[in-house]
């Protein structure tokens, strides 16, 4: 008689299964489980973003000088028609709008230890709960304030949520922020004298150039002002960001800051490669919901693994692949001949 899948025995497939994520795969190589058991329970069961806390909770270091990190990514369906929270949105990673389902997350960095943790996410769906990506990061800021109690000294973002509403609501907190500028932000730093112009049109002097300048952003109440710094990132892009930190003055200092905003690019591309978490074909919204929870899950074990033991996650996971070929050449189940 079949068993009844758990949340373990899903978790555990997506961890040691390498390329093949779908639940057919899962039941082809597991005697315990039917497929329509494996279906059941994906359909049956609710995992949420507390789970991620509640399993990560025990690990984090906190420390004063920590950064929370949002962004979002795109779990690519491009090929799906049917698969329920699907919709339109563009695509950092293919840098063109996609059909896939948003996942909006929230890291926290100890930059002392060079290290981070996913403490909280959610699930794009505006047709089924209303929210925008911005209501989301809300929302995560306001529990990881008042319920995760975490501390930490800034807010690091980028342009899609260096709004006005959200830095406004970072500095009600009493929280800092860096976040970079669109290149056709309007923005003034003569003090009214000028019109505004595009932030990539402002002009530097050496002094600004190393220390920064303070600027106004159009829409934000009249004596507003944030501290902007001009910050190439390489030969073919610069960055214009923006911090309501007055101690901020310098260019380097604030281009190191913002690099530990790449930690929850980190997230997402092992996240994508290494637990199946764009991978799941089913078609039910909490089926998806379910798979994308335990995918995180699996991803949290990794970081856990390879924090213990001074492995990457890469090394951990492919790994599994160094076991199977060090068995089959002790004891092949196939057995090459010659004649």
Request: proline content about 3%; some cysteine; charged content about 25%.
């Amino acid at each position: 008689m079949k068993e009844q899948v758990t949340r373990l025995a899903y978790c555990q497939y997506l961890l040691v299964s390498q390329i093949n994520y779908t639940l057919t795969n899962f039941a082809d190589h597991c005697e315990k489980f039917s497929h329509d058991a494996i279906n059941r329970y994906l359909r049956g069961e609710k995992c949420t973003p507390r789970l991620v806390w509640e399993n990560v909770r025990g690990q984090v270091i906190s420390t004063p000088r920590g950064y929370v990190v949002f962004d979002d990514t795109v779990l690519d369906k491009n090929y799906s028609f049917a698969i329920e929270l699907v919709r339109s949105q563009y695509s950092g990673n293919a840098k063109q709008v996609i059909k896939g389902i948003g996942v909006v997350t929230c890291v926290y960095v100890n930059p002392d230890r060079d290290q981070f943790w996913l403490i909280d996410y959610r699930l794009y769906d505006p047709d089924g709960d209303g929210n925008s990506k911005l209501d989301h990061v809300r929302e995560m800021l306001t529990n990881l304030l008042y319920q995760k109690q975490l501390s930490f000294q800034a807010v690091l973002m980028d342009t899609w949520y260096a709004t006005k509403d959200l830095m406004l609501c970072i500095e009600s907190l009493q929280k800092l922020y860096y976040c970079p500028l669109k290149d056709n932000r309007q923005v003034d730093d003569s003090g009214g004298e000028r019109p505004y112009q595009r932030a990539d049109s402002l002009v530097w002097n050496a002094h600004e150039l190393r220390h920064g300048k303070p600027i106004k952003i159009k829409g934000f109440p009249q004596d507003h002002k944030v501290q902007c710094f001009r910050v190439a990132v390489s030969t073919h892009r610069t960055d214009w960001i923006v911090t309501n930190d007055p101690a901020a003055d310098s260019t380097e200092a604030t281009q190191e800051v913002c690099g530990f905003r790449w930690k929850i690019e980190q997230l997402h591309r092992e996240g994508k490669q290494l637990t199946g978490l764009e991978r799941c074909q089913c078609r039910k919204a909490r089926m998806q919901r379910n798979h994308i929870a335990c995918a995180l899950l699996v991803w949290v074990r990794l970081k856990e693994l390879a924090a213990q033991t001074g492995r990457t996650v890469y090394q951990l996971k492919h790994g599994l692949l160094d076991d199977y070929l060090i068995q089959q050449l002790r004891n092949p189940s196939i057995r090459m001949v010659l004649a």
